[in-house]
């Protein structure tokens, strides 16, 4: 009779775990259900309010310059993946303080605590999701935001005629490992000087062995080198 007892309630305490475990997934699977539209509706409008104000921006360059309906909308399609980018935080921010708002506004969150769920294991999925989210987002920036933004910032220089310039503040170039640094406060390009020279040399361990400091430097096209001045 003992050994049937204790047989009963480690049956009961299986079923317990299990019906536990499937309560905990359709919450889950709630939880998004309420989550998911709500996020891409903010992607969608966020992304929508960034596209738009970066139109207005530049909508008198479009007209001074002529420039074709076709031509704008290329430029809008092409910032879309740096708007989504953008709006990706925005999104997951508002959609999990909407959603559990309207769940604690419609007493569901109460429900949910009752049912033996505390609220950090209810949205431990959203914080998986963002996490997961995050990590996407690097993949997302280096395959399609940087080349398209590139070329709707090229595309933009090109349509209002505006030249690019090569000058440059606060450069720093390592070489050799890291064993020469090169620094200096300011590129003319125009000129071919560089303003407020530092040559910093570095042992193998990396401590500072010696520098060299000049007010300027030139470029000398035929000796393909930097004279110093100072």
């Not at 959603?99 to 569901?108: H, I």
């Not at 997961?132 to 090109?158: I, R, W």
Request: aromatic letters at 14%; proline letters at 3%.
């Amino acid at each position: 009779h003992v050994d049937s007892g204790h047989s009963r309630g480690r049956c009961r305490a299986f079923i317990l775990r299990v019906v536990k475990e499937a309560v905990k997934m359709k919450l889950t699977a709630y939880l998004f259900k309420l989550f998911i539209p709500v996020f891409a509706g903010a992607i969608l409008f966020f992304a929508l309010v960034l596209n738009l104000v970066d139109l207005l921006m530049n909508l008198w360059l479009y007209l001074q310059n002529e420039v074709p309906a076709a031509v704008i909308l290329k430029v809008i399609l092409l910032y879309i993946p740096k708007t989504v980018w953008y709006a990706t935080p925005l999104a997951i921010l508002f959609a999990c303080s909407y959603t559990l708002s309207n769940l604690y506004a419609r007493n569901e969150l109460t429900a949910v605590f009752a049912s033996g769920v505390s609220l950090f294991h209810f949205t431990f999925p959203l914080l998986v999701f963002s996490f997961l989210m995050s990590f996407a987002m690097f993949t997302f920036e280096d395959k399609l935001v940087v080349p398209t933004y590139s070329k709707k910032v090229e595309m933009q220089h090109t349509l209002f005629k505006q030249e690019k310039s090569l000058n440059n503040n606060n450069i720093v170039v390592l070489a050799e490992s890291g064993g020469v640094i090169y620094k200096a406060d300011l590129f003319d390009n125009s000129q071919q000087r560089l303003y407020n020279v530092y040559l910093i040399f570095r042992t193998e361990d990396k401590k500072l062995q010696s520098f060299v400091h000049a007010d300027s430097a030139v470029w000398d096209e035929n000796a393909k080198k930097w004279k110093l001045q100072s």
